[in-house]
């Protein structure tokens, strides 16, 4: 199945890069480009995409504001799945991005960008990337304590824990938890699947899951500001 989406880069050089690529890929259908945020929103609103692969800066502003925009579904009426690209996994920018609602990133290193394609095909599918330096993120963001049960954590234990405006803050499973610190220890999603017997894409949308909880507290912690 081919992805409709649309790109949005702020050198033209880069997006060149990223259309060649994706025009030469029969996973992915490129509707539409732009190279500020201005464009973007405009030509977004209404635009039936399913995803948008986007840089995080740009000449008019950072990317964060459209892509919560797009994760809520303000712009085009659904939910357009978000692929962020960055050229190094511990921009700070990346991590608020997620929190935003990105839905995963890419890593740029300058050159074809080969596998790009695939990792706008696993957002659309409900799929995460995660590397050592954002599960350590993520770790920091939760800051609660390992658990004992399942790698992937399906059985839940205090879901969430309260704050002090009387707010329901996520929390990670036992399960999730240890996931993300063998993550961030170096160990591999390859390793991971295959010493305990999952399917990659199942890792994916167990990170998705967690993303989604961060997503949650960020908006708890805009809802707090406003109610002060």
């Known amino acids: 199945m081919t992805t409709p989406a649309f790109v949005l880069r702020r050198q033209p050089a880069d997006l060149q890069r990223l259309l060649d690529t994706l025009q030469s890929s029969p996973l992915v259908h490129v509707c539409d480009a732009a190279a ?4 973007a929103r405009t030509a977004l609103q209404g635009a039936k995409v399913d995803a948008l692969v986007c840089d995080l800066r740009f000449d008019d502003g950072d990317a964060l504001a459209l892509v919560s925009e797009l994760a809520r579904g303000e712009l085009n009426g659904q939910r357009t799945r978000v692929l962020v690209l960055t050229a190094a996994s511990d921009d700070k920018l990346l991590f608020e ?9 890419f890593v740029d290193r300058g050159d074809a960008m080969r596998g790009v394609d695939l990792a706008v095909a696993a957002v659309v599918r409900g799929e995460s990337q995660i590397d050592p330096l954002v599960a350590r993120q993520v770790l920091n963001h939760f800051d609660q304590p390992l658990g004992h049960c399942g790698l992937l954590g399906r ?7 309260e704050t002090g405006s009387g707010s329901r803050r996520s929390r990670l499973e036992a399960g999730q938890r240890r996931l993300v610190t ?10 991971l699947a295959r010493d305990y017997a999952f399917e990659p894409s199942e890792i994916g949308l167990a990170m998705r899951e967690i993303y989604r909880k961060m997503q949650r507290d960020r ?4 809802s707090a500001l406003l109610a002060a």
């Open 219 to 222: 908006l708890i912690d805009a």
């Open 155 to 161: 059985h839940a234990v205090d879901d969430f824990v």
């Open 97 to 105: 991005a997620l929190l935003a609602g990105a839905d995963g990133y």
């Open 182 to 191: 063998m993550i961030s220890q170096g160990v591999s999603i390859a390793a």
């Open 36 to 39: 500020t945020i201005c464009r």
